[in-house]
């Protein structure tokens, strides 16, 4: 069974993960395209990024192109294990809804039934 | 830690939206096999309607006009995203069109249907190999059938060879 990943589960973090695991394990996106398609600022998304980069989920590689400093980023192995892991989780979660909902369905039905069970 | 089944499916939601947003940065990289599919329509129909003394003047210009479209794209591409593996392949491609000037001088075709399956067998092992090394699976398909289909065309049809 998977396990959800509270690093991963943050809303932000998660659009970042989901962006960069969608991109081929060799590709690495710019700081600048990342905040663009996410819509998030500087700041915002630096922060988010150091918090993906400490426990090795992703790469973050600093260059210069004509003596401008570029950012890149890419998802690590580990960060696209971690970041299916967390899907897996979210989906059987929502799974085991469908399976839950249909059991308080038969308690609506039948308010008494469910204290008798819990009594016995 | 405790997520509902609703926030679960929002999660779900965000998922699916933000790697459809990257997705139409990847299929960006479809206008090169559109730039090189129109390139290749307009050369090979020269080849198979022009005379061979007129055929340059099909690829001369549309294989300019191709490269150039190609490198602003790859510019534009370039602002976005980058490979890791940017330097090999372009190495590669540069020994690999060495390599394929070296063998058209030794082999000396004997007709220009050859030259013609000699140069786009070359361009297709090399899409191949980047396939490989990238691990894109539908460029490997892609290539993989191309060259299926010349070496047919060439064999089994050869009067519409260029089309």
């Not at chain 1, 294990?81 to 469908?98: C, P, S, T, Y």
């Amino acid at each position: 069974m998977a396990s959800l990943n509270e690093v991963i589960h943050q809303p932000v973090r998660l659009r970042i993960m989901a962006a960069l695991a969608s991109l081929g394990k060799e590709t690495q996106a710019s700081f600048n395209y990342l905040k663009d398609v996410l819509e998030l600022t500087d700041g915002n998304l630096g922060a988010h990024l150091r918090k993906l980069e400490e426990p090795g989920y992703i790469e973050i590689t600093k260059t210069f192109v004509n003596n401008k400093p570029h950012t890149y980023v890419q998802a690590t192995s580990a960060g696209r294990q971690a970041f299916r892991e967390h899907v897996a989780a979210l989906e059987e979660i929502l799974n085991g809804n469908q399976t839950g909902l249909n059991g308080h369905q038969r308690e609506e039905n039948d308010p008494h039934g469910s204290q008798s069970e819990g009594s016995s | 830690m405790n997520v509902s089944p609703e926030e679960a499916r929002a999660s779900l939601v965000t998922i699916r939206q933000t790697q459809t947003q990257m997705k139409k940065l990847v299929g960006i990289t479809g206008y090169f096999s559109i730039i090189w599919g129109l390139v290749w329509f307009l050369g090979l129909l020269g080849n198979q309607y022009l005379p061979e003394q007129d055929v340059w003047l099909i690829w001369a210009p549309a294989v300019t006009v191709g490269w150039i479209l190609s490198a602003i794209l790859g510019i534009h591409l370039g602002k976005q995203t980058r490979t890791s593996s940017g330097s090999r392949i372009a190495f590669f491609f540069l020994a690999l069109g060495g390599f394929a000037v070296l063998w058209f001088v030794v082999m000396q075709p004997a007709s220009w249907k050859q030259d013609a399956l000699f140069i786009m067998t070359v361009f297709i092992f090399g899409g191949m190999v980047v396939g490989i090394i990238e691990r894109a699976l539908p460029l490997i398909m892609y290539t993989l059938f191309m060259a299926a289909l010349l070496v047919i065309g060439y064999y089994l049809v050869p009067v519409y060879f260029c089309l």
